[in-house]
């Protein structure tokens, strides 16, 4: 028989450091079990059939909050995606610093969108699904500034799909945002939140 509190519990399916510091200090009880899927092949699959970033990272994250809900019956799974879309140009993230610098030159001093998505699924089935979209003017930042940058970031440019951490000294390459501050974290926590209030999970 299961505990009553069982019903209550919170799965992250992401290994994401930025994700787990959100919901931690919004003061969530969760565990973290990363839904492994190959997301290559379903944006691959996903661009072929015309669809759009914002459906791609909704995908993506209902993906992840289902496979990890399979795995962890009675549980809310949360889900979370995020993808980078500039002239058309879908981005994944760097592979290495030497990726990150060829990436934040190719945005340097232009606009890009980050959409992120947020899904909540219980046995398999998904219950909750939210995307947002936020705009990102970069500024014509020198060469000097940039080498300085990803000497004192490191490999953890290799961890967000733009390369920078918004709130790192990442928040140095912008002159501009327009978007709600954890949306570009890559975790919509306000329509998760409001969700999860109606189950029960955070307080009323």
């Avoid at 945005?107 to 936020?134: D, M, P, Q, T």
């Avoid at 799909?161 to 000294?169: A, M």
Wanted: with cysteine; hydrophobic share 40%.
């Amino acid at each position: 028989m299961n505990h009553p509190d069982d019903l209550r519990r919170v799965v992250l399916a992401s290994a994401s450091p930025t994700r787990q510091d959100v919901l931690r200090n919004a003061g969530l009880s969760f565990e973290i079990l990363p839904a492994n899927i190959d997301e290559d092949s379903v944006k691959k699959k996903m661009r072929a059939d015309g669809c759009s970033v914002k459906d791609t990272a909704q995908r993506l994250s209902d993906l992840k909050a289902q496979k990890v809900s399979e795995q962890t019956r009675e549980a809310f799974v949360v889900g979370a995606d995020q993808m980078l879309e500039s002239d058309g140009r879908w981005f994944d993230k760097p592979r290495n610093v030497r990726d990150a610098r060829d990436q934040l030159m190719n945005l340097r001093g232009g606009k890009h969108r980050l959409f992120s998505s947020v899904s909540v699924a219980l046995n398999g089935g998904v219950l909750f699904r939210h995307g947002e979209c936020s705009l990102m003017t970069m500024r014509y930042f020198s060469d000097r500034f940039i080498a300085s940058y990803l000497e004192s970031e490191k490999d953890d440019v290799c961890q967000s799909v733009g390369g920078y951490k918004l709130e790192g000294r990442g928040i140095q390459l912008f002159a501009n945002v327009e978007g709600g501050y954890f949306d570009i974290l890559g975790l919509p926590l306000l329509p998760l939140l409001a969700f999860l209030r109606t189950q029960g999970i955070v307080g009323d």
